[in-house]
């Protein structure tokens, strides 16, 4: 199947300072990719749609300023966490769409801390 | 609003055994559902996924199932393995664009030897 790897498995910052998260398609080209966020037990959340070549589209409620999300590529999306505080502790995790749009493949995950 | 229910929240199970998982939706237009397993700490990993047209799909030991009248769905695992305990999660698209989807909550699942 379609390979989606996220870089890096897991982060450990300070706060205030800032964090890039990769999101690559390995094996297919992802015009579309998406980043959401996850907390203990919980559904994924989905903060932004990242388009290839455009700006991202954020959901409601989501800072685009303090998450930036570059997609540069059609095989590398980045969100990058500013001024990081702890409250932005979570599981990270992005898809990316292949083909049709019929499926999207899930990233491993990026556990970040912010201490 | 679009809704996707699962149940039951957790379930426990011997080794071997089978078992079944429930997703009920209100998402409309409907486009596909999927299922997805996720393993704590890592991202999800796809099952199955099927359209409106699709009643049953296979993948190994799991099946899943699709009423689009009802809009129910269900998993069924045979033969539960160690490694099946994971988060198991139904997502229902509600256009052709499969990231826009609506993500039930998951159904915990332990399987004990």
């Known amino acids: 199947g379609a390979v989606v790897s996220q870089h890096p498995s897991w982060v450990i910052c300070k706060s205030g300072t800032s964090v890039k998260i990769e999101c690559r398609s390995l094996?297919?080209?992802?015009?579309?990719m998406f980043w959401y966020r996850q907390f203990p037990k919980q559904s994924l959340m989905l903060m932004a749609t990242?388009?290839?070549?455009?700006?991202?589209?954020?959901e409601q409620g989501v800072e685009k300023d303090k998450f930036l999300i570059n997609h540069a590529s059609l095989t590398l999306s980045t969100l990058t966490v500013t001024s990081a505080h702890p409250e932005d502790s979570s599981f990270y995790i992005c898809s990316a769409l292949r083909g049709a749009h019929t499926e999207a493949f899930f990233g491993q995950g990026t556990r970040l801390t912010v201490v | 609003k679009n809704q996707v229910e699962q149940s039951p929240q957790s379930l426990i199970i011997l080794e071997g055994k089978n078992c079944t998982l429930q997703?009920?939706?209100?998402?409309?237009?409907?486009?596909?559902l999927r299922w997805y397993k996720q393993d704590t700490g890592r991202g999800p990993v796809s099952l199955t996924i099927?359209?409106?047209?699709?009643n049953t799909k296979s993948n190994g030991r799991y099946t899943a199932t699709l009423d689009a009248d009802t809009k129910q769905s269900s998993l069924h695992i045979t033969a539960s393995q160690l490694s099946d305990s994971a988060s198991y999660i139904c997502?229902?698209?509600?256009?052709?664009?499969?990231?826009?989807?609506?993500f039930g909550d998951g159904t915990t699942l332990t399987v004990k030897p």
């Open positions: 997502v229902v698209s509600f256009n052709t664009n499969a990231g826009k989807s609506t």
């Open positions: 099927m359209t409106f047209s699709e």
């Open positions: 997703c009920n939706y209100t998402v409309s237009p409907f486009s596909n």
């Open positions: 094996d297919f080209q992802a015009t579309t």
């Open positions: 990242s388009n290839e070549g455009s700006k991202a589209t954020y």
